[in-house]
């Protein structure tokens, strides 16, 4: 066999090849001649072609290499490619799981060094970490003060309440607070909110005579001012301040300069009926408390029988005591008749209540209810909801709408609170007290009238407020009262032990008795001694 047909023992897949490319080693033995040789410890000649090479492989192997190469050089290239992938491709899948797992576990891949000789010991991982939101809410103040025994007291019924901080805005306290229910003479707040935005803080009711039809009549025109007195002058009435009837008759004496007066037209038109509240126990309020008169444009003292007194029983004819007196001071008993002013007719004499700010003031201190029911029906007029009980709801409404709190679930049926029928929330009552606070829009009277806990108003010791344990909130409760048949109620301020001033609202409602006021006390002194540590718990 020919040596260029022999197998090429560097080509791969030959079984040959493996064995003849590695000769056998043979190590001399000192002192002994290696075969081949005539020297002992020196290499012979070799005595073939084949021996030659064998031994040229033996003493330079680098020169057989590139020798093979030369001869067979697509083979080796595709043998060095194929060794590259291997090695570099395990390699990088070796790396590449290494960073992987030191990415997993949170590390930093610079600090990571594999190692071919030693197993890998095993990373502890890092804990998750959490997702945070991008604007993440402030934590919550924890409140410790609670007042959860007290709200629970059974004679307060079925309560609903609410508590707000009044510098911040922030709910401390709620039971049922988005409840509409029945405010009792709380309402009379919104009341005198609306009358100051839409009648005008400096707005005065009037009573005016002008000429009738015919020669000699006048015509008393009725402009819905309650507090018009029949008491003469030096005498004053329970309402401070008030006009007097008497003083109308002589200004139209003085007018008529002598021209006899044939007849009087009396014009009572600016107040539909009907002239109560369907709602309202007339037998209560009317003809035994006498808290409220009858509702017309024209009425003296409120209708009152004792004109000084706070509550006395009304008559069944507010107009006719009126047209009475007026005749009286006039000296004359000509005929009357119902009707209306001539339009355009000449105004001959008119008197006129006080402010706005004045009849809310009062009002509010002793809850008077027919100053309220003369105020809601001007605010409706004036909004052109109408005249009537009926029309309230829309004109109170809207007169409330520009103090920018939300109405929904109001509903008015007068102006004083006495029908069950009126809703209002809690939660719109502590945000308009805030107003009322800070004197907001001209509410700044309303405040002033409030009844004060142990000092004024209904809210006075002689009417039983904050007496015995509860005095310890004397003089540091500014509030509206409120009492119907099913329901007490108390609305306003705090200026709690702490200084924070809280604005409240509390409803006693449903199968309660007289005692609900005492525990409205104890709840509204829980409120006091908390201040802004008042739990909701």
């Not at 057989?64 to 570099?88: D, E, K, Q």
């Not at 020669?215 to 001012?225: A, C, H, I, W």
């Not at 109308?248 to 007066?261: F, R, S, T, Y």
Request: some cysteine.
């Amino acid at each position: 066999m020919r040596e260029s047909d022999q197998p090429d023992p560097g080509l791969p897949g030959d079984p040959s090849g493996d064995t003849a490319s590695i000769p056998t080693p043979i190590v001399p033995t000192p002192g002994s001649p290696t075969p081949g040789s005539s020297v002992p410890g020196e290499p012979a000649e070799p005595v073939t072609r084949a021996a030659r090479k064998s031994a040229e492989a033996r003493t330079s192997p680098l020169t057989g290499i590139l020798t093979t190469i030369r001869r067979h050089p697509r083979a080796w290239i595709i043998a060095a490619a194929s060794a590259a992938f291997v090695i570099l491709g395990g390699g990088t899948v070796a790396l590449g799981a290494t960073v992987g797992s030191a990415e997993a576990a949170g590390l930093s891949t610079s600090s990571a060094t594999p190692s071919a000789s030693k197993t890998p010991v095993p990373t502890k991982s890092a804990a998750p970490v959490r997702p945070v939101p991008a604007n993440a809410p402030a934590a919550s103040r924890m409140r410790t003060c609670s007042v959860a025994g007290l709200s629970q007291d059974r004679r307060l019924g079925n309560l609903e309440a609410q508590v707000v901080n009044a510098k911040t805005g922030e709910v401390l306290f709620d039971r049922n607070g988005s409840q509409p229910g029945p405010t009792a003479s709380v309402l009379k707040t919104l009341t005198s909110a609306a009358a100051l935005k839409i009648l005008g803080p400096d707005y005065r009711v009037s009573t005016t005579v002008v000429r009738g039809s015919v020669p000699g009549q006048v015509v008393l025109v009725g402009g819905g001012d309650v507090t018009l007195s029949r008491l003469p002058a030096g005498q004053n009435s329970f309402y401070t301040g008030a006009p007097k009837i008497q003083d109308l008759a002589n200004q139209v004496n003085a007018a008529m300069n002598g021209e006899p007066i044939t007849s009087i037209v009396v014009d009572t038109s600016l107040f539909g009926g009907p002239v109560w509240e369907p709602s309202w126990n007339e037998q209560s309020e009317r003809i035994q408390e006498g808290s409220t008169s009858y509702i017309t444009a024209l009425q003296v003292d409120g209708d009152r029988n004792n004109p000084a007194a706070i509550e006395s029983p009304r008559s069944a004819d507010p107009i006719g005591r009126a047209v009475q007196y007026f005749q009286q001071y006039l000296g004359t008993n000509v005929p009357v008749t119902q009707g209306t002013a001539p339009a355009g007719a000449q105004q001959i004499a008119v008197v006129q209540s006080q402010p706005v700010t004045a009849l809310v003031d009062q009002a509010m201190k002793v809850s008077d209810n027919t100053i309220m029911e003369e105020l809601a029906r001007l605010v409706s007029i004036k909004t052109g909801a109408g005249n009537t009980f009926a029309a309230e709801n829309a004109g109170v409404i809207a007169g409330l709408k520009p103090y920018g709190i939300d109405t929904t679930g109001i509903h008015i049926a007068d102006g004083s609170g006495l029908s069950p029928n009126n809703a209002v929330p809690p939660s719109y009552l502590t945000r308009l007290f805030i107003k009322v606070m800070n004197r907001e829009d001209g509410l700044g009277v309303v405040y002033d009238g409030l009844p004060i806990s142990g000092k004024s108003g209904t809210l006075a010791s002689s009417y039983g407020r904050f007496t015995g344990a509860n005095a310890i909130a004397r003089g540091a409760v500014h509030a509206k009262t409120g009492w119907i048949t099913h329901g007490y109620t108390l609305s306003g301020i705090v200026n709690t032990a702490d200084g924070t001033p809280l604005t409240f609202a509390v409803f006693a409602l449903g199968p309660v008795s007289d005692n609900a006021k005492q525990a409205i006390d104890t709840l509204v002194t829980g409120f006091y001694k908390c201040g802004d540590n008042l739990s909701n718990n």
